[in-house]
């Protein structure tokens, strides 16, 4: 509603200006030829400040600027006496249009540079000076009333608090960038220009980012990374079904920063099913790292293939099922249903365990040869395993 009173006040005001400005030059005779000083000094009054003119868009003023130079002056300062009370005015009115919405200045700052644009571009006489000076005012003053709640959500986004007992999901400062934007583009659907929505946006976008890196130095009853995990990868569909040019940068930076999460994600609770076999092989590859032979690892205390065997024994394949088992309980726990990340991060884990198992399988062969030492369960065994818990979940 206030978006047409607004375009109805603004559509109204160019008539009555130019039909007020054609009177005065007809009245006190004010012609391209030359305007009576006298004349006009009575009517406008002596002491009267001249009224800056405002440019209007390049391109599009057809008449010489030397004439409209000759003219402007007496017309525009009779025009703002008589029309002294109309930026206060308009000036209440943008802050009443402000106030309808928490984003409603988006919808103020659309409409009046749509309108201006308008005005310019229409085939009717070319505004006064004067109203053209008043409308940019109101458009620098829909510009700063934008930048500060830009600023103000940005803020908001930043600032944001993430209780230390969450469970994991979409944050709040997620939501509201994507209410932000959601908001922003059915505005700016047809808007003749997006400029200052595209600044907004990055900004935007950078906040929100920023947020989401803050969880790791929050005090988090969850795993950080899936949390992280989960928000970019929000961030990253979000922006893909939107198709903002600006944000690209964005969209695959999102993507990036979903990809290393879900990695150490994977990597760390990957590491608890086979703690201890993982724990003896870091140490047999930090031993041949420092120089020891191969194949004299296993002349080591601490790495001897008596310790390897106890440590194996530790890991018979239902064992390790019965791990995967709890595993995957504990990722559908915690992660949000919403994003259904759960089939991605499952095949990820599955390809992972798969690695450290052909990393075990080749360290057996390189340092312990001949032993006839090998691992409880097969690779068959393994995959029957996830194929199993897969199809039963």
């Not at 160019?14 to 000094?41: G, M, R, W």
């Not at 908001?156 to 209780?163: D, H, P, S």
């Not at 310790?307 to 915690?334: D, M």
Request: with cysteine; glycine share 4%.
């Amino acid at each position: 509603v206030s978006k047409q009173m607004l375009e109805q006040v603004l559509r109204e005001l160019q008539p009555l200006c130019t039909a007020e400005q054609l009177f005065i030059e007809k009245f006190f005779q004010l012609s391209q030829d030359a305007a009576d000083p006298q004349v006009l000094e009575v009517s406008v009054g002596a002491t009267s400040p001249p009224v800056p003119s405002a440019s209007p868009p390049s391109g599009l003023v057809q008449a010489s600027a030397a004439q409209q130079a000759e003219l402007e002056e007496p017309t525009t300062r009779l025009l703002s006496e008589i029309f002294s009370c109309l930026e206060p005015e308009l000036r209440g009115f943008l802050d009443v249009c402000n106030k309808v919405h928490p984003f409603g200045c988006l919808q103020v700052l659309v409409t009046l540079n749509d309108s201006i644009f308008e005005m310019w571009g229409s085939s009717s006489a070319l505004p006064s000076s004067f109203l053209n000076t008043v409308l940019g005012n109101m458009l620098l003053l829909a510009k700063s009333s934008f930048n500060k709640c830009i600023g103000t959500l940005c803020k908001e986004i930043e600032e944001a608090k993430v209780l230390s007992k969450m469970k994991g999901g979409i944050l709040l400062s997620v939501s509201r960038f994507e209410e932000f934007v959601n908001f922003s583009e059915e505005v700016f659907r047809t808007a003749r220009r997006r400029g200052e929505l595209d600044k907004a946006h990055l900004r935007l976008a950078g906040s929100v980012f920023s947020s989401i890196n803050s969880l790791s130095s929050a005090n988090l009853k969850v795993n950080t990374d899936m949390v992280m995990m989960e928000n970019f990868h929000h961030i990253h569909c979000f922006l893909c079904q939107k198709k903002i040019h600006c944000l690209e940068g964005k969209k695959r930076e999102a993507k990036q920063r979903y990809s290393e999460h879900m990695e150490k994600y994977v990597i760390k609770y990957l590491g608890q099913p086979l703690e201890k076999l993982n724990h003896f092989f870091e140490g047999v590859k930090a031993r041949v790292a420092q120089g020891v032979k191969e194949e004299e690892v296993s002349f080591q205390l601490a790495y001897s293939k008596q310790e390897l065997r106890k440590v194996i024994e530790k890991y018979p394949g239902k064992e390790v099922k019965r791990a995967l088992e709890t595993l995957y309980r504990k990722i559908h726990k915690y992660l949000s249903p919403e994003e259904n990340l759960l089939p991605v991060v499952w095949h990820a884990m599955e390809q992972e365990f798969i690695r450290q198992y052909q990393e075990f399988e080749d360290l057996i062969q390189r340092c312990y040869a001949g032993s006839g030492i090998a691992m409880d369960f097969t690779m068959e065994d393994l995959l029957s395993y996830f194929n199993s818990i897969t199809l039963s979940n």
